[in-house]
Nanobody, 122 residues
Framework: VQLQASGGGLVQAGGSLRLSCATS????????MAWFRQQPGKEREFVVA????????ISADSVKGRLTISRDNAKRTVTLQMNSLKVEDTAVYYC????????????????WGQGTQVTVSS
């Protein structure tokens, strides 16, 4: 499967951004999707994930109520709506895919996009 993330950029603290991830090469409706992020010098960390049907989502505590994941199975896309952004949200954001149930561990995902930079200024 191929994943293509887009939508990153520079935004002031308190602002919003929307990231998108387009997919191809896999039965999207059978795939759980997630967003991870990685800051310089740190390990990649879980942000949010959504089940194949879109019914179930899970989020890291640090982003609950601010970053929301959704999907459109007809368009084979996943969206990360980022509101009330903080400086500490600055990172490279990656979309990821896996067959099966939604998970939060990095090792559970076998397909990754190229990453998109999000920078939040104070």
């Amino acid at each position: 499967v191929q994943l293509q993330a887009s939508g990153g950029g520079l935004v002031q603290a308190g602002g919003s951004l929307r990231l998108s991830c387009a997919t191809s090469g896999r039965t999207f409706s059978s795939t759980a999707m997630a967003w991870f992020r990685q800051q310089p010098g740190k390990e990649r960390e879980f942000v949010v994930a959504i089940s194949n049907t879109g019914i179930r989502t899970i989020s890291a505590d640090s982003v609950k109520g601010r970053l929301t994941i959704s999907r459109d199975n007809a368009k084979r896309t996943v969206t990360l709506q980022m509101n009330s952004l903080k400086v500490e949200d600055t990172a490279v954001y990656y979309c990821a895919a896996r067959y099966g149930s939604v998970q939060w561990r990095t090792s559970q995902y076998d397909s990754w996009g190229q990453g998109t930079q999000v920078t939040v200024s104070s």
